[in-house]
């Protein structure tokens, strides 16, 4: 199945390629965007896909009826759409409406026991469940709990701790709150993890550390190794995470830059511990196929996540400015995005958030908000995923098929109808779909179900067969018997 299906996609990247070449590039053009849009098949190599969303313009201070942004670092959405920018350089939240068009409101001081308070460079921005806002006020070291329309709640200091080391030195960044108003913050060189806070602002301990592997080979060089080739070595230290966000089950999600490439995000459930799924290449860290020159080579540098809903996750890249989107099973959706100075390219991408079917992206460089609109073929990935993940696998079927028909060697596509089938018990065409699709995981629990529901099925005539020829032997062995008794009473024998 595999060299067979191997030749299968390499004729149909052939075909694709010579279609694209004739055609005028007809991926690109059709869709009109100026970034490739692409994924990746089951040998990783990259395949061109039609574009999942497509640049719908963007916001400027002006734009909106204010002052310029200035190296804006941090964007959050609420509940009711106001979207609240941390416009760094300028000291400021500036608060829009849902469409982004005008500004609601500007926060860049509050009222603090009778006298007046400002931000000091603030980083990063969230709103919590009650609706409270938190923004990192990173040169001030502290986290500023504030109503939605600025009134002054509390102070999140400095932390005290005998965890921390003595020259530790609190400078938030990004900040977010979960359902019980626990506070989650990264401090610019934390190593150990993300700082928690409890709702009272008191320092509970670090959350979420990433573990560096170090291999047999490193620990056995380094045993042996001088002291001048160990200090010109990469230190063995934990990763510090670049971007946070809380979904509504209280699970955080991570970002953090990866020197493999291999896994740029973490799911991390209330004990700390990451539980993210990984898909079926292991891989959740951005681009897979990279160069080793230049200025654009090495894995992707993640900086930001949002989570959407469904259990959808999109990354941010900084590198190529592309965003990443996987499911909740760790399935890569769909990437588009890149670095340059046509319309819906980025500078210097800071922040993603998602509103309804759009995904904005704060670029600090451009001082300014880039809005996406999703697609005909982003919404049916997204329908999809979304039927799946409340299990209506039979709407699912339906999504999946529309998405062949833009895009037939689509291997998400035939998966998920794969696994749609094999939900309804019909683990033949699962099968199908499955080989289509590359997956040898599910292709084997199908296979296994079918051939399983195989002999349930015909169970009964195999043990009536069974039963008759146990009866045949016992009759065949009693004549046997009475000939050769016969035979001793005739003295034949």
């Known amino acids: ?26 991926v690109r053009a059709e869709d009109d965007v100026p970034y490739d849009t692409y994924n990746y098949n089951y040998w990783e190599d990259i395949v061109k896909t039609p574009a999942a969303y497509t640049p719908d313009g963007n916001v ?92 002054f709640i509390q102070i999140v200091n400095e932390p005290k701790s005998e965890i921390l080391e003595d020259n530790f030195v609190f400078i938030p ?38 573990e560096v592997k170090i291999s047999l080979w490193e620990k056995f060089w380094r045993r042996f190794a001088s002291k001048e080739e160990r200090s010109n070595t990469q230190l063995y230290i934990p990763t510090e995470f670049t971007g946070i966000d809380v979904d509504s089950g209280g699970f955080i999600y991570a970002s953090n830059i990866d020197s493999d490439g291999k896994q740029a995000v973490r799911r991390l459930n209330p004990q700390g511990k990451d539980v993210i799924q990984k898909g079926e290449n292991g891989n959740v860290g951005g681009d897979i196929r990279i ?22 996750y999109s990354l941010l890249d900084r590198k190529r400015g592309r965003i990443f ?9 769909y990437i588009f995005g890149g670095i340059g100075l046509q319309k819906g390219t980025f500078q210097t991408p800071a922040a993603i958030e998602a509103i309804e079917d759009e995904i904005i992206v704060l670029d600090a460089g451009r001082n300014s908000i880039l809005k996406f609109r999703e697609t005909n073929y982003g919404a049916l990935i997204n329908d999809a995923v979304g039927l799946r993940f409340d299990g209506d696998e039979t709407q699912a079927i339906e999504k999946w098929q529309a998405v062949l028909q833009l895009d037939e060697n689509n291997e998400l596509a035939n998966n998920g109808i794969g696994k749609a089938y094999l ?7 699962a099968m199908h779909y499955f080989e289509l699709g590359m997956n040898k995981k599910y292709y084997s629990i199908a296979f296994k179900r079918y051939r399983n529901q195989i002999l349930a099925d015909n169970l009964g005539w195999f043990m009536t067969g069974l039963i008759i020829l146990i009866i045949a032997l016992i009759v065949w062995k ?16």
């Open 478 to 493: 009693r004549i046997r018997n009475k000939k050769k008794g016969k035979k001793r009473e005739e003295g034949l024998l």
């Open 291 to 312: 160069g080793k020159y230049g200025d654009y080579s090495g894995p992707s540098e993640i900086v930001d996540v949002v989570y959407r809903d469904k259990g959808k």
């Open 423 to 429: 939900t309804a018990g019909d683990n033949k065409t």
């Open 1 to 26: 199945m595999k060299k067979r299906n191997k030749i299968k996609h390499i004729l149909g990247a052939l075909a694709l390629t010579v279609t694209v070449a004739f055609s005028g590039l007809q």
């Open 325 to 333: 989107t996987y499911d909740k099973e760790g399935n890569l959706l």
């Open 60 to 151: 400027t201070g002006l734009s909106v009826g204010t002052t310029d942004f200035k190296e804006p670092q941090d964007i959050c959405v609420s509940d009711a759409g106001e979207v609240y920018v941390a416009d760094t350089g300028n000291n400021r939240i500036v608060v829009m409406d849902n469409k982004m068009t005008k500004v609601n409101r500007i926060i860049d001081s509050f009222t603090r026991d009778g006298e007046e308070d400002h931000f000091n460079a603030p980083y990063g921005v969230c709103l919590s469940e009650n609706n409270h806002l938190y923004i990192a006020d990173s040169n001030n070291a502290r986290v500023v709990e504030l109503t939605p329309e600025g009134e």
């Open 173 to 210: 960044l990004k900040v977010t709150v979960d359902y019980a108003d626990r506070i989650y913050v990264i401090s610019k060189g934390a190593f150990e993890g993300i700082l928690v806070f409890e709702a009272n602002g008191e320092f509970s301990g670090y959350f979420g550390t990433i």
